[in-house]
Nanobody, 122 residues
Framework: QLQASGGGSVQAGGSLRLSCEER????????MGWFRQAPGKDREFVAT????????EYADSVKGRFTISRENAKNTVYLQMNSLKIEDTAVYYC?????????????????WGQGTQVTVSS
């Protein structure tokens, strides 16, 4: 089970760190990703990291502001979000790929966590 946390409300320009913990499955071998869904919009890719942290990818909209990382000893993946913008407001979801690689299309992911709300205000 993937358990996401760390969402909240923040002013534009602020920072938040999201966490997603895997409970019960072999996290260290999973590729991990973050996605988000803004009100009235489709869910979209945000960032992904492979099983050992050697490969990373980001959506253009967050590149340079967000950082994905993982701590296999804690079965946790993080999303550090800096310089937040109002348009970053969304429900953020973590996801896992069994084969350990990175992907962007949502249908390539095997497990999904529940979302955590991020609200950025002016």
């Amino acid at each position: 089970q993937l358990q996401a946390s760390g969402g909240g409300s923040v002013q534009a320009g602020g920072s938040l760190r999201l966490s997603c913990e895997e409970r019960g499955r072999p996290f260290r071998w999973f590729g991990m990703g973050w996605f988000r869904q803004a009100p009235g919009k489709d869910r979209e890719f945000v960032a992904t990291i492979n099983w050992n942290g050697a490969s990373l990818e980001y959506a253009d909209s967050v590149k340079g502001r967000f950082t994905i990382s993982r701590e296999n000893a804690k079965n946790t993946v993080y999303l550090q979000m800096n310089s937040l913008k109002i348009e970053d407001t969304a429900v953020y979801y973590c996801a896992a790929r069994i084969d350990g690689t990175i992907e962007r299309p949502q249908d390539k992911w095997d497990y999904w966590g529940q979302g955590t709300q991020v609200t950025v205000s002016s």
